[in-house]
């Protein structure tokens, strides 16, 4: 199995909302990530979790709250957002360690609009 | 400072044809290399990688080349189909780098024509 699911796969809140992102994997990865992807730029590095701790916040708001519940699973919990973090938000997996921990297996991401 | 660079937005290729994706990076510390293609609404798909101690990997119609002097590397993709018609990513980690941390180009959109 190498996929990498997510869900919801569309998510429209407004600015006071509280809603959660969900991302799963069954390739025994040991690392997740959360990507956010604006249109027409690259993927940009927001959280990583190895072994389930959190391992870098690359200067996230702390509107972005993410969770690793056990190595299958990542949430991105998400709190009084701004219309600009409308975005394509992806979850990726991959080894820790050694050189496949290079390679990252992306999930279809989740399309938010934030209103 | 862009430190992977796809400096060519989008490529026309005919069906059949080759079809060469471009990378130059700045960080000499680089020592992996991937691509990765994406459809419209769909999540980065992972295609082929190549470690810096090495200057070619093939995998079926996908080839990469990695030229280390000029810190350059590129996608070959040999007959080109339609169904190649995506925006391919160059990324590039360091060796000693946190986990995870892949610097990605800006992406170069190819259109592959019948």
């Known amino acids: 199995d190498t996929e990498v699911t997510q869900t919801p796969k569309h998510l429209v809140m407004g600015m006071t909302n509280k809603k959660s992102l969900k991302c799963e994997q069954h390739m025994g990865h040991r690392a997740m990530y959360w990507y956010k992807q604006k249109a027409k730029k690259p993927p940009e590095l927001m959280f990583v979790?190895?072994?389930?701790?959190?391992?870098i916040n690359e200067s996230v708001p702390s509107r972005f709250s993410p969770e690793c519940p056990n190595s299958s699973l990542l949430n991105l919990h998400l709190h009084a957002l701004q219309p600009e973090d409308s975005a394509l938000y992806l979850c990726a997996s991959s080894q820790v360690g050694g050189g496949r921990s290079y390679e990252q297996y992306f999930g279809p991401g989740t399309r938010l609009t934030v209103t | 400072d862009q430190q992977v660079k796809q400096n060519s937005p989008s490529l026309s290729v005919q069906e059949g044809r080759i079809s060469i994706l471009n990378c130059d990076y700045t960080?000499?510390?680089?020592?992996?290399f991937l691509w990765y293609k994406k459809y419209p609404a769909e999540g980065p798909t992972f295609l082929i990688s190549i470690s810096s101690i090495k200057d070619k990997n093939e995998d079926g119609r996908f080839t990469v080349f990695l030229n280390k002097s000029a810190k350059h590397l590129s996608l070959h993709i040999v007959p080109s189909q339609p169904g190649d018609s995506a925006v391919y990513f160059c990324?590039?980690?360091?060796?000693?780098?946190?986990?995870?941390?892949?610097?990605f180009g800006k992406g170069t959109k190819l259109s592959v024509k019948p």
């Open positions: 990324a590039a980690s360091e060796y000693g780098g946190s986990q995870g941390n892949l610097i």
């Open positions: 960080n000499s510390m680089f020592d992996y």
């Open positions: 979790y190895s072994y389930e701790k959190l391992s």
